[in-house]
């Protein structure tokens, strides 16, 4: 089995950065691909971004320019760089794991922008 840890979150005001971070653990060669989630209050869980084992990464449409999702394959570990964040960034933030058994999740780390 595949255990996530993410850290990282905290209140930043609008403009500001922050690095998510999700250290993975367990069965690590059973992972094919790692991503972000997001779920703001009273809203659906929304993918943010992707990154595959071959490297490839994906964005949703309203974070691409501004986040980065990398990897350092030495630590298992999956980061989530995050610029010029806006009020709308707020939310919950879900590490995932797309393993071979299913998809694990992380328990979350909160996200909130002030304008």
């Known amino acids: 089995q595949v255990q996530l840890v993410e850290s990282g979150g905290g209140s930043v005001q609008a403009g500001g950065s922050l690095r998510l971070s999700c250290a993975a653990s367990g069965s690590i060669s059973s992972i094919f691909a790692m991503g972000w989630y997001r779920q703001a209050p009273g809203k659906q869980r929304e993918s943010v971004a992707l990154?595959?084992?071959?490297?490839?990464?994906y964005y949703a449409d309203s974070v691409k320019g501004r986040f980065t999702i990398s990897r350092d394959n030495a630590k298992n570990t999956v980061f989530l760089q995050m610029n010029d964040l806006k009020p709308e960034d707020t939310a919950v933030y879900y590490c995932?794991?797309?393993?071979?058994?299913?998809?694990?999740w992380g328990q979350g780390t909160q996200v909130t922008v002030s304008s």
């Open positions: 990154i595959t084992s071959g490297g490839s990464t």
């Open positions: 995932n794991a797309n393993t071979v058994s299913g998809l694990v």
